[in-house]
């Protein structure tokens, strides 16, 4: 089955720095993947996805990069805010939404 | 549009007691939904896909018998946890795909405590 890492673990930023966290996968036949934030006691909110035909997508100060030869692909916000603390988890998914989630990246921006 | 709402919230329970999850698609209509669960601090774990008219499936290692799925209509999707113990505690999150790609749409999830 499908196996997703994801880094780093924990990332601390300054308010408006960049943020970058990184996502690999294993099966070549992923063709989706999104991000989603998720706040402490809360339901993942998807934030931004890419899908296999493209290579980068951008909304606002969130991007995220695709490369499907090295079966990675990474989320970039820009900018960074406090209220863009939180724990995000990159994912990857073949047809039907069935996904497997990265183990997650809490982030903390400090103002 | 796309809500995805769950029904309790939180709810704490006794050893031994059932404990029933609702998730619903409120604005659209979902023949497939995903429920998941989140131990504090780590990734969601897909338990099972539940499948309306027909049968859950369950990933590896989830006891169905314990855990039971019943896809009543194209909006709700319901998780019985039986003989709920404090090893079930945890946070039991649905999901329902969209009508486009892949995309899957969460509920705000439900904390399940077992006393």
């Known amino acids: 089955g499908e196996n997703v890492e994801q880094h780093p673990s924990t990332l601390s930023v300054q308010e408006g720095d960049s943020a970058v966290i990184k996502c690999t996968y294993s099966d070549s036949a992923s063709n989706y993947f999104p991000w989603y934030k998720q706040e402490l006691g809360k339901g993942p909110q998807l934030i931004i996805d890419i899908r296999s035909n493209v290579g980068e997508k951008k909304d606002q100060r969130i991007a995220v990069t695709l490369n499907k030869t090295a079966k990675h692909f990474s989320l970039h916000i820009t900018e960074t805010q406090p209220e863009d603390s939180a724990v995000y988890f990159c994912a990857a998914s073949f047809g039907a939404g069935k996904s497997t989630f990265g183990d997650g990246t809490t982030l903390t921006v400090k103002p | ?115």
């Open chain 2, 1 to 115: 549009g796309a809500v995805v709402s769950q029904h309790p919230s939180w709810v704490i329970c006794k050893s031994g007691t059932s404990v029933k999850i609702e998730c619903r698609s409120l604005d659209f209509q979902a023949t497939t939904m995903f429920w998941y669960r989140q131990f504090p601090k780590q990734s969601l774990m897909l338990m099972a896909t539940s499948n309306e008219g027909s049968k859950a499936t369950y990933e590896q290692g989830v006891e169905k018998d314990k855990f039971l799925i019943n896809h009543a209509s194209l909006t709700l999707s319901t998780l019985t946890v039986t003989s709920a113990h404090p090893e079930d505690s945890s946070f039991y999150i649905c999901s329902a795909p969209g009508t486009t790609y892949n995309e899957q749409f969460f509920g705000p999830g439900t904390r399940l405590t077992v006393l």
